[in-house]
């Protein structure tokens, strides 16, 4: 009965690999978000979608393509794996625009 | 433009009490409260969405001053499980649509 679920928790990987991140939430909420935090637990908001549509698209390189095959579902792909994405994606969806729950996060090392 | 928390981080014993602030420099529709312990997941405390508005959940407060665009959570008669690192997250009047740009957090340690 999780609320928000990610998989994988983890995922090592070497640079220049192409590895995708899935995000599950069973509390019938419309919005869902992606979160990179950093190794000094900088948290930044990276996509929303509301309703399978993309809301919030913030500065982030190219590599990194959301999905949302429906209002449940958000993955995150990323393509060419560069040092610096290693960090904790933390996938969460709200009801609408109000509190957000978080997923378990997705720890991510690039080696 | 990331909001300011004070302090970084904070020792106390229990059943002290601890303030924490968060300042923007953007003017804001709504401030949100998360605690997130090590290893785990960031978890919703509180929001604030008026200004002046004030909201209590057990031995927590959190304050809004909408004109000042600061927000401060309280923690009062500290435990053990208050210990995490809390961070501020702020949606500003402008750009809503549930964008939380969040503070870069206070680490919160209680002792026995």
């Known amino acids: 009965d999780t609320a928000v679920s990610q998989t994988p928790k983890y995922l090592v990987t070497q640079m220049g690999n192409d590895k995708s991140i899935k995000c599950e939430q069973n509390l019938g909420h419309d919005t869902m978000y992606w979160y990179k935090q950093d190794s000094k637990k900088f948290l930044k908001i990276m996509f929303s979608y509301n309703n399978k549509e993309l809301i919030i698209n913030e500065t982030v390189p190219n590599r990194f393509s959301p999905k949302s095959p429906d209002k449940a579902h958000l993955n995150l792909h990323i393509n060419s794996l560069e040092l610096g994405d290693s960090a904790v994606y933390f996938c969460?969806?709200?009801?609408?625009?109000?509190?957000?729950?978080f997923g378990p996060g997705t720890r991510l090392t690039v080696l | 433009q990331q909001p300011v928390q004070s302090p970084q981080a904070v020792i106390l014993r229990e059943g002290e009490d601890a303030v924490i602030n968060c300042s923007s420099s953007?003017?804001?529709?709504?401030v949100h409260w998360y605690r997130q312990k090590h290893g785990e997941a960031p978890v919703f405390l509180m929001i604030l969405l008026k200004g002046g508005e004030q909201k209590g959940h057990d031995k927590i407060s959190a304050s809004f001053n909408e004109k000042k665009q600061q927000s401060s959570l309280y923690l009062t008669a500290s435990q053990l499980s208050y210990s995490g690192t809390y961070f501020c997250?702020?949606?500003?009047?402008?750009?809503?649509?549930?964008?939380?740009?969040f503070g870069q957090g206070t680490e919160l340690s209680v002792k026995p």
């Open positions: 969460a969806s709200s009801p609408s625009a109000t509190e957000q729950f």
């Open positions: 997250g702020t949606e500003p009047r402008y750009n809503q649509g549930g964008k939380l740009i």
């Open positions: 953007k003017a804001l529709y709504s």
